[in-house]
């Protein structure tokens, strides 16, 4: 099994439409968690941290459920630049600094 | 420009040859990685500094490769005895190492041809 899983899509979806992605992990002891996200040939950027509580920057909205070990991505009113590759990727503190990635989700929005 | 960067972006070498590449990260970040990425794959991890020790290594990382970071400053990361199942892009990451979230942050990446 991978350590993280992701729908590797594709999704493709209207300008402005609402859409989700899911992720789930494996290791009950990661302790930081990401959403990055790739464009085609690019480097992976990160988009936003993921807090326990729940975090939103302007129309991406992350969660995290750690009981359930796993952890989503919402876009609002998704605009033609958000098409790329998300990448959702934990981190465990203790031991290993590594950054572990899922395969990626890959979102296409259409005009 | 203050980002990781990474020397050379492309290179294709033949079967059998030693490649080096460089990695120069973000100024006063103390930790760096190296992470390799195949296509339609998440980087996997390869390697990690903090200064000029190397404190983790991958078993992706066979005896054929070898990462370097004497000064703590900028890293290499050599391929002998390159295979064509050596290519792939190989990314460059560094973070502060402070904080709770260990953010990291990635270079263009050094995209490895072995034919």
């Known amino acids: 099994r991978k350590e993280v899983e992701q729908d590797p899509g594709p999704f493709n979806v209207p300008e402005g439409a609402t859409v989700a992605f899911n992720c789930t992990y494996s290791?009950?002891?990661?302790?930081?968690f990401f959403w990055y996200r790739q464009d085609c040939r690019k480097e992976p950027k990160l988009l936003m941290s993921v807090y326990s509580s729940g975090n939103e920057d302007g129309r991406f909205t992350a969660q995290l459920n750690r009981a359930s070990q796993y952890i989503s991505l919402l876009i609002r009113d998704s605009k033609l630049s958000d098409s790329a590759t998300y990448l959702c990727?934990?981190?465990?503190?203790?031991?290993?600094?590594?950054?572990?990635f899922g395969q990626g989700t890959r979102l296409t929005i259409n005009p | 420009d203050t980002g990781v960067s990474q020397d050379p972006r492309h290179k294709i070498t033949k079967r059998g040859q030693n490649v080096t590449f460089r990695c120069d990260p973000i100024s006063e970040h103390n930790r760096l990685y190296w992470y390799r990425q195949t296509l339609g794959q998440g980087p996997e991890f390869l390697t990690y500094?903090?200064?000029?020790?190397?404190?983790?290594k991958s078993r992706l990382l066979s005896d054929r490769f070898s990462a370097e970071r004497p000064k703590g400053s900028f890293s290499t990361l050599e391929i002998q005895r390159t295979e064509q199942g050596d290519s792939a892009m190989y990314l460059c990451?560094?973070?502060?190492?402070?904080?709770?979230?260990?953010?990291?942050?990635f270079g263009p990446g050094t995209r490895l041809t072995v034919t």
């Open positions: 290791n009950s002891a990661s302790q930081s």
């Open positions: 500094f903090q200064n000029e020790a190397q404190l983790e």
């Open positions: 990727v934990v981190n465990k503190i203790q031991g290993a600094q590594k950054l572990v």
């Open positions: 990451a560094s973070s502060p190492g402070q904080g709770v979230s260990y953010e990291q942050y």
